[in-house]
């Protein structure tokens, strides 16, 4: 009995209606294909294609035969190593093909192929591309931004590349068209079709924050140096003309291997012109146009539409003003502005209660300017009226210039607010003294913030009968009546009105006396040392008395406060002597924190002389004139 097992291959020589054909060989070529959707080889390329079970598991020899593959454009790829269940494919041109396996039966299968020349490299522009701020470009190598080796690629246009930008926060993409959306420095790259596997750098793009500036031109309202930005509305006197270019936000002007492309929409109203460099506005009658200006060539672009609004020319007739009211304001009588805040100053017709304001269609080429932007700014900077923001304290000249050069000025004070006032010592003052001074922030009384500037100061007075204060500060003690006090009070001006009247400095008229605090003196009534206290009994000297002394004595001399009961020498005395051959006086400053301080009289010879003696502090004021007789 025979018993054996036996093995049978059986190989197939058709093929199933599941069957299909794949490249088995690029990782990136299509699941399958059809003549809209084809798998690609390079010239001077090879591929693999496999026939595969309707599961995808690729045919093994083992399980074929009698299957045949054919090209039906040799001129474009060929076959080599082929066998039943693949084929190679070699490219040899360019142009759509297709592979066809077909079995024994008959049956077949088609593979649908592209041959095409490959990019093998993209070299970058060396220059780089300057782009507006919102400003696109279409990538394109016939517009010099790239270039594509082999110089016949199949492939070598924009379209057909996948772009993205390095740094998308300067640049995005949609397609093949970079948008400027931050200013900054970045490339954008490439990839090549078919298979998008590698990017290369394609060019380099900086995108520009650029403005429109006026370089020359007949027009007042858009003079030579004006920056505009986007949106901004460009005002031109009718007949008047502005030469315009990009620059950047500093002034300075973009240029580049470039011309000026420009259209308007109402030629009635404005005409505009460009070249290489530059583009002129002109005002043609009034109304509102808009222009579109187009900066392009190989090495940038820069495109922005601008709205022009022309305006018929403007003279100032005698009378007219330009201020925030009917009434003017001249640097004596300026407008109050606070820090931070603005208003509006307008073109007046005629000044006082009669003033009206001109229209936008009457005065719309005044225009407006600050005379120190760091105090304050105008905006807009023409038409009937501008607003003014206060920057930083100061006094500045806002004006309004009309067509022929003529202006109107409008003084602005900017000021920070006072917030609070602190009060200095209180000033004592020697009845029967006369005495005045004018009232000083910082020596006076000192106020908050430190950097507040009121324009001026109100004062007031709380005892009239004391002290009295006019309007400049001035401020006059009276001390002949009675003792007693008066605070002056300060209002801080403009915005006063929120912290009031405030303390400020109070002046005391006290009752005093003259004493002499040492004496060597020995006649009969002569001057004695005293420690000034009335209720002792002690010697006080008044205005107008005569003191004896001995020849060759001293006697030391102070002021004494009765009133309040201490010696008066917190500073140096002062003296006048109308006779030093009589008597010598010097002024000793001793210890003046613990009122110290006195003056030395020597008797010299026999006679009288007249002596002023002042003490005169930030805090006090005590003068008294006597006679001086040596005997």
Partial sequence: TLNKTFKMTVKKSFLASGDYIKNTSNVYAPSSTSSGNRDYVGTSSVTTISLCKSNGTPYTEDELQDITWTSN????????????????????GVGDFTITAKGKD????????????????ITPNSTTYTLGLGTAHTMNYTDKDYTVNP???????????????????????????VYGVGTGTTYVQAAPKPWYATWYNARQIKVVDYRLKVTGGTSRTAPSGTLYKNDDIITI????????????????????????????????????????????????????????????????????RYQVKVVPTFTWASGDIASNSYNARPKTSPLFLKIGSTNNVYAYKGSGASATQYSSSVAGAVTWTSANTSIATVSPATGNMTTVTAKANGLVEIKGTDSNGSSRSCWVYCYTSVT???????????????????LTAGTDFTFSPSNANPYKWKYQSTNTNIATVTEDGVVSV??????????????????GSSIGFKNARTFKVVYWRMYASYSNCTSAGTVQQSDGTVSGGTMGFTSGATLKIDKGSQVNLKF???SEGHKLGDGTYTFTNSNSSVATITSTNSDPSNHGSYISVKGVNAGTTSVTLTLNTDNSYFTMSFTIQVI
């Fill in 73 to 92: 454009n040799t001129s474009i790829a060929t076959l080599y190593n082929t066998k039943n269940a693949s084929t190679g494919v070699s490219g040899a």
């Fill in 106 to 121: 008959g049956s077949t299968k088609t593979y649908y192929m592209t041959g095409y020349k490959p990019v093998s490299s």
């Fill in 151 to 177: 110089s016949d690629a199949t492939y070598k246009k924009s379209t057909y590349f996948k772009w993205q930008s390095l740094t998308t926060n300067v640049v995005t993409m949609n397609g093949d068209v």
């Fill in 237 to 304: 006197e009718a007949g008047k003309e502005a030469t315009v270019c990009f620059s950047t936000t500093g002034g300075t002007n973009i240029t580049y291997t470039a011309s000026f492309a420009t259209a308007t929409t109402h030629t009635s109203v404005a005409t505009v012109a460009g070249n290489t460099s530059s583009a002129t506005i002109k005002g043609v009658a009034a109304g509102t146009a808009y222009i579109d200006l187009d900066y392009t060539g190989d090495n940038g672009r820069i495109l922005q």
């Fill in 420 to 438: 609070s006032v602190s009060t200095k010592p209180t000033m004592c003052v020697g009845k029967n003294c006369t005495y005045s001074k004018t």
């Fill in 478 to 495: 009276y001390t002949g009546g009675n003792e007693g006090s008066a605070t002056i009070q300060v209002q801080p001006y403009p915005d």
């Fill in 560 to 562: 004494y406060n009765v």
